[in-house]
C-alpha cells in the first residue's frame, strides 16, 4: 500500500493551480525579505559614515528629487524601507489568503469522501464504532491533508528557500561568520531526532481522547430521555468530567514536549545568535565589516534562524498530520462487509410486474460468530402477497426482513428476488426497490414535504398529500404553521409519537416499492388512527409483496399468511384461522393471560377478547 503522505497527496492535485500562484507569492516573499535590510544599510553606511553607496543604489537615488543632499538620501532611503515591509505584507497576506482556500478545499474534500465511505460501511460496522468518534474523523481529522500540504510540504519548501537565499547573501559578506550560523544545524537535526517519536505519540493520544469526549457527548445528547429518566445527569457529568480531565493530562503531556523542543531550538539559535554577534562586532572593530555590514549580517542571521527553527517545528506538524491520517485512513481502509459483487447485474423484473417473490432458502445469519439469531430459515413469499412475522422477542423478526435490502448478508444460505441472490444485484437498485417503515420512525431537520418525499425527491407535491392522506397524516400537518413547508425539530421531536408514524408511513407510501417492510408500523397509533392507516396500507400493499412485524391482532389478521419465529427458526406458517386450530405456539401466545412473558402478537384487552371468541 502507498505511504500515507502519497494518498493525501491526490488531493493537492486539483489544486494545482493555487498551489503554484502560491509557491510564486512565497518566493516574491522571499526576494522581499533578502531585499529588506538593505536600505537600512545605506543609511548607516552611506548616509551615516558617509562611505561611498554602491552603483545601483547611487543611481537609484541619482534619479530622485533632492536626493543629493545627507537629509534627501536619508529620507527616500526611509521610504524605501516601508515600501518594501508594505510590499512584503501585502505579498504575505495574499499568500495566506490564497492558501486558507486551498486548505479548505483539500480537507472538504478528504471530508466528502470519508463520509460517502462511512455512508457504503454495513450496520455491523457502525455497530462496532461510536458515532461522536466517526463525527471527529469526518470533521477534524481530515484536517491533515490542509497541515500536510500548507502546513509541512509548502511551508519546508518556502523556510528552504529562504534559508538558500539568506546563506548565499551571508556567504559573500563573510563566509567565516556563515559557517558559524550554520555550526548549529546538526544539533538540531539530533534535537529533531529526539523528539519526533513522543511528539507523534502524544499527539495521537491527544486526538483518541478528544474523540471519546465527543463520541460521550453524542451518546448523551442523542439519550438525553433516558438519562433524565432516570436522574443520571450527575453520573454522566461525571463521566465526562473523568473524560475531560484525562484528556487534559494528554493535551499537557503533548504541549510539554512542545515546549521543551521550542526551549532547546530557542536555546540553540540565541547561542548561534550571540556568538555570531560578539564576532560580528569584533570583525567592525578591525575594520573587516563595516556597521551596515554588519546589520545586514544579523538581520539575514535572525530570517536564517528562522526557517530552520521553522524547519525544525516542522517535525511537530508532522506528528499531528500523521497522527490524524492514520485515523482517516483506518476508515477509509475499511472494507464494506456488504458491498456490490464485481460481476453485479441489474434488478430483475418478472414478466413487467412490480411486486417481487422474496425467496429464503436455509438462511442462517449471525451477529457475533458462533450465535446465530436465524437458524436455517426458509420461505417463499409470492409477489403481492403480505407475510406477518411474529413470536417472542428475539426470535429473529427484524433480522429476517433486515437481510432482504442487505443490511447484513447471510453467513449461510440464499436470500432471493425473483430468482436471483439479492448478492449479484446492483445495491442500489435494490435498496431503490423496498420501503421500510419502521417501529422508530426516523424523521431529518428538513420540512414536512422533504421528509415525506425523502426516498423519491423527485416527487410534485400532489403525490406527496396524496399519500399523506392516505397515512392519515394530511389533516395535522395543514394545523403546522407553515403546512407542507414546516421545517421539522432534531429527529422530529416537535412532533408526537402518532404524528412521527404517519410521516414514516406517507414516506413509504410514496416510494411505490416493489417491496414493503413494516416493522410495528401501528406501534404508537391508537385504534382509530390504526383503522384508518390500515386502510391505506392495503390500497398499497396490493401492488408489493409486504412482510409485516407486528403485535397487534387486527394487523396481523390481515396478512395472507403467518410466519412464526422461535429461536431462529420457523416453526409455524399458515393463516390465523388455521395456526389456532392447530393449537401450536402461535395459539398460545394469543391465549395466555396478559403480562406472563411470553407475550407475542398483541393481543390486548379488546382484541386478546375477540382472539378467544
Not at 246 to 268: E, H, M, P, S, W
Not at 437 to 452: D, G, K, R, S, Y
Not at 493 to 498: K, M, Q
Not at 528 to 554: N, P, W
Amino acid at each position: 500500500m502507498k505511504p500515507w503522505w502519497f494518498r493525501l497527496g491526490r488531493y493537492a492535485r486539483p489544486q494545482a493551480a493555487g498551489l503554484a500562484g502560491v509557491a510564486a507569492l512565497m518566493l516574491a516573499g522571499v526576494a522581499l525579505e533578502t531585499l529588506r535590510p538593505w536600505p537600512m544599510k545605506w543609511i548607516m553606511d552611506g548616509v551615516l559614515a558617509e562611505r561611498p553607496l554602491p552603483v545601483a543604489a547611487s543611481a537609484w537615488l541619482a534619479r530622485l528629487p533632492a536626493a543629493d543632499t545627507p537629509p534627501g538620501r536619508l529620507a527616500w532611503l526611509a521610504a524605501l524601507t516601508v515600501a518594501l515591509y508594505a510590499a512584503l505584507q501585502t505579498v504575505r497576506t495574499l499568500q495566506a489568503y490564497v492558501q486558507s482556500g486551498i486548505g479548505l478545499r483539500m480537507v472538504f474534500d478528504l471530508g466528502a469522501d470519508l463520509f460517502e465511505h462511512l455512508q457504503r460501511l454495513s450496520l455491523s460496522f457502525h455497530g462496532r464504532r461510536r458515532a461522536g468518534d466517526l463525527l471527529r474523523r469526518v470533521t477534524t481529522d481530515t484536517g491533515c491533508v490542509r497541515d500536510l500540504v500548507l502546513w509541512v510540504y509548502l511551508l519546508a519548501a518556502s523556510s528552504l528557500a529562504s534559508l538558500g537565499a539568506m546563506l548565499a547573501v551571508m556567504w559573500r559578506l563573510d563566509r567565516g561568520l556563515a559557517a558559524l550560523a550554520l555550526a548549529v544545524a546538526p544539533a538540531l537535526g539530533l534535537l529533531i531526532r529526539r523528539f519526533a517519536r513522543p511528539l507523534t505519540d502524544r499527539s495521537a493520544r491527544q486526538q483518541q481522547l478528544e474523540a471519546e469526549i465527543m463520541a460521550l457527548a453524542e451518546q448523551t445528547l442523542t439519550l438525553l430521555p433516558l438519562v433524565q429518566s432516570y436522574a443520571r445527569e450527575p453520573a454522566e457529568t461525571r463521566r465526562f468530567r473523568r473524560l475531560s480531565r484525562r484528556t487534559v493530562q494528554a493535551y499537557l503531556a503533548n504541549i510539554g514536549a512542545q515546549l521543551r523542543f521550542k526551549i532547546g531550538t530557542g536555546a540553540l539559535t540565541a547561542l548561534g545568535t550571540a556568538a555570531l554577534t560578539a564576532l560580528g562586532g569584533w570583525r567592525v572593530l578591525q575594520g573587516r565589516l563595516t556597521p551596515g555590514e554588519l546589520w545586514v549580517f544579523l538581520s539575514y542571521l535572525a530570517a536564517l534562524y528562522a526557517p530552520m527553527e521553522t524547519l525544525a517545528y516542522l517535525s511537530m506538524g508532522y506528528a499531528t498530520a500523521r497522527a490524524s491520517a492514520r485515523r482517516v485512513f483506518e476508515i477509509l481502509d475499511a472494507q464494506a462487509d456488504v458491498r456490490d459483487a464485481p460481476d453485479a447485474v441489474p434488478l430483475p423484473v418478472v414478466a413487467g410486474r412490480r411486486p417481487a417473490r422474496v425467496q429464503f432458502e436455509r438462511v442462517t445469519f449471525g451477529y457475533e460468530p458462533g450465535r446465530p439469531a436465524l437458524r436455517e430459515v426458509s420461505l417463499d413469499v409470492a409477489p403481492g402477497e403480505t407475510v406477518a412475522l411474529v413470536g417472542p422477542t428475539g426470535a429473529g423478526k427484524s433480522t429476517l426482513v433486515s437481510l432482504i435490502p442487505r443490511f447484513y448478508d447471510p453467513q449461510a444460505g440464499v436470500v432471493r428476488w425473483n430468482g436471483t441472490d439479492v448478492r449479484r444485484l446492483r445495491l442500489a437498485e435494490l435498496r431503490g426497490a423496498i420501503a421500510l417503515v419502521l417501529q422508530e420512525a426516523w424523521l431529518l431537520p428538513l420540512t414536512v414535504a422533504e421528509n415525506i418525499a425523502y426516498g423519491r425527491p423527485d416527487a410534485d407535491r400532489a403525490a406527496i398529500e396524496r399519500a399523506a392522506r392516505l397515512a392519515q397524516a394530511d389533516e395535522f400537518i395543514r394545523r403546522l404553521p407553515q403546512g407542507y413547508e414546516t421545517v421539522l425539530g432534531e429527529r422530529g421531536v416537535t412532533l408526537s409519537g402518532g404524528q412521527r408514524q404517519r410521516l414514516a408511513i406517507a414516506r413509504a407510501l410514496l416510494r411505490e416499492a416493489a417491496v414493503l417492510i413494516l416493522d410495528e408500523p401501528t406501534s404508537a397509533l391508537d385504534a382509530a388512527t390504526e383503522a384508518a392507516v390500515m386502510a391505506g396500507l392495503a390500497a398499497l400493499q396490493r401492488d408489493c409483496t409486504t412482510f409485516v412485524i407486528a403485535h397487534r391482532l387486527s394487523t396481523v389478521r390481515r396478512a395472507t399468511r403467518i410466519a412464526v419465529l422461535d429461536g431462529g427458526r420457523i416453526v409455524e406458517v399458515g393463516t390465523h384461522e388455521a395456526l389456532l386450530a392447530a393449537g401450536g405456539l402461535y395459539s398460545r401466545l394469543h391465549l395466555q393471560p396478559p403480562g406472563s412473558a411470553e407475550r407475542p402478537p398483541a393481543a390486548t384487552g379488546a382484541e386478546e377478547q375477540t382472539a378467544r371468541t
